[in-house]
């Protein structure tokens, strides 16, 4: 088995260059890492995670033990069978009862591969999702600055604690 998480932001890079009105990608390793810890810190005040996963396995027909990435299962996902030319065709398929075996109904015979590709949900409000480009930008400005003056973005933080109340 092959497989690769990744972890999907509630904020894309395009949106936080647009925001940021930065063109080109001289900036982008600084920018991700920035998308990165604003989602952090905006989820650390609202007391959630807001980074869903991508969860791409990859396994070959002849394994008989189809052991899925640890991470927590719910509803959807998609498993399909590729032949050697590429093309695929969509598998029946469910997770073990204990979620952490893939079972697929039927392999089709000429099956080079059997893909399994998931997506975990968080709900993230337009709001939430305001508070991260604030930090970002935030954060952006003021990478170089180490006085203390201005150590925080209190306009996302305060978004952020006025969801955590909401949601209370």
């Known amino acids: 088995m092959i497989y690769q ?21 001289s900036d982008d390793s600084v920018i991700n890492l920035l ?13 959630r995670d807001l980074v869903a996963t991508g969860v791409k396995a ?4 002849s394994e008989s033990d189809l052991i ?6 719910g509803e959807g996902g998609k498993c399909y069978a590729l032949d050697s030319e590429e093309e ?11 979620g952490k075996h893939l079972i697929v109904d039927e392999i089709p015979s000429g099956t080079v591969s059997i893909v ?7 709900e993230i409000s337009e ?8 930090a970002i930008a935030f954060f952006y400005e003021n990478r170089g600055d180490e006085s203390g003056q201005k150590s925080e973005p209190v306009a996302a933080k305060n ?6 109340h909401n949601a209370l």
């Not at 709001?127 to 604030?134: D, E, P, V, W, Y």
């Open 5 to 25: 998480t990744t972890k999907l932001y509630p904020v894309s890079m395009e949106e936080a260059k647009s925001h940021l009105n930065i063109i080109g990608s």
């Open 35 to 47: 998308l990165a810890s604003s989602t952090d810190y905006v989820g650390g005040i609202v007391g």
């Open 58 to 61: 990859v396994y070959e027909p």
């Open 68 to 73: 899925l990435p640890d991470i927590e299962y």
């Open 88 to 98: 695929s065709i969509e598998l029946d398929w469910n997770f073990s009862q204990d």
């Open 116 to 122: 399994f590709e998931y997506k975990t949900s968080v």
């Open 127 to 134: 709001t939430l999702r305001l508070a991260i480009l604030m």
């Open 159 to 164: 978004l952020a604690l006025r969801e955590r």
